[in-house]
């Protein structure tokens, strides 16, 4: 049994002063980024780790996936770690030892549950469909029953998360603020190109407002 | 044990038409992420997985981090799965059961190895350091031999991976090509902003050259 064996395995060890555990900035960290890796241990004993899109509800996380996914077959009532990260800019130090990245991430630990129910699934899918692109729920073809039945949807409760997020410039050796190398920082963003058409859209079929909207905050 | 017990586990079952083996695209995926997801079993049997730096040299990749990180006393030589993902767009497609994104990811299997030797660790956080923004390690204070103790240094070999990649347009139902709803993409990039330098930067010392650089082939 290690030393740190009864310490909550959501608590952080390294640079304390970066972590957070209120769930507002876990949301809004959830909120921010499109894509989660989801850590499980699969049947062989092996740890494995699989990209997929996420969406919060509240205090829930939601992920969603083909019904016949190896992740979506194995996480369901397993212990997993799911993990996410946003890249805000290059930290340039005056030595290399002190470079870092601005950075915001969480990780949580849980045992989602596959959600079986329709209606259930409906308001997951919502909430990522609204998630991707804000007004297209409404816009879009609503998911046929069988198209519910091909999808798994999981929901696991936000209640073992920590945030870390780095911000601001470079900390150097007291000595080496007398060395004339150049510090600072980039600022790093993902911003939105022009939105491309579908080829076979029907004549008259406008680009919707939301589309525009989405595009124009994030140029 | 399962039916696919038998099947190497980097192999993709889902959509096998996204995944690629190749190194090079492999290699160009791992370059292209500052970001990667390393999940490790910890010591009381649970997947755990923790956003940390990579860089790539060939068809090795190194992790850097403190010597006295949970990640990094747990991780080497031990099983590990590290993934890292670029979202490159939005699809909308006609139906919300088709939505998707545009993406390129790495699912890499192993058990790292820490480097031990000085000029081990120099030659890889010369990487690290020219994988942030080329030009950097010739500028800046190099590393000091307390430093490099203090920074622990895994190597893997890149020989388990799998790289999937989506691109292109929506993809519906063939009768919702029928529907008079808008689909399309929205493409997603990372941006640099204007470099923003250091408070305490000594008099006469300038914005490197290669930070310019860097800002103008991300704008």
């Known amino acids: 049994m290690s030393p740190a064996a009864d310490k909550p395995r959501h608590r952080v060890s390294r640079v304390p002063d970066r972590a957070d555990y209120d769930l507002e900035t876990v949301g809004e960290i959830l909120d921010a980024t499109t894509v989660c890796h989801v850590a499980v241990i699969d049947d062989r004993g092996f740890p494995v780790s ?3 899109l996420h969406a919060r509800v509240g205090s829930t996380l939601f992920l969603h ?3 016949a996914s190896r992740l979506f077959r194995t996480a369901a009532r397993r212990e ?9 800019g290059l ?10 990245v601005n950075y915001r991430s969480v990780v949580l630990f849980g045992s989602p549950e596959a959600i079986e129910d329709e209606d ?7 909430a990522f469909t609204e998630k991707l692109i804000p007004g297209r729920w409404e816009d879009a073809r609503q998911p046929a029953p069988q198209e519910l ?5 999981l929901r696991m409760p936000i209640d073992e998360a920590t945030a870390k997020v780095r911000t601001g410039g470079a900390v150097d050796e007291p000595e080496d603020y007398e060395l004339p190398i150049w510090a600072g920082t980039v600022p790093l963003r993902t911003v939105a ?3 491309i058409p579908d080829d076979r859209l029907l004549d008259g079929v406008a680009e919707p407002g939301y ?3 989405y595009r124009d905050a994030r140029s």
């Open 50 to 52: 699989i990209p997929t």
């Open 65 to 67: 996936g083909s019904s």
């Open 80 to 88: 997993v770690c799911i993990s996410a990260t946003a890249v805000d």
């Open 91 to 100: 930290v340039l130090a005056r030595s290399v030892f002190h470079h870092s």
């Open 120 to 126: 259930g699934k409906n308001e997951a899918l919502r």
């Open 149 to 153: 039945k091909a999808t798994a949807v």
């Open 193 to 195: 190109g022009e939105p």
């Open 211 to 213: 589309v525009g909207e």
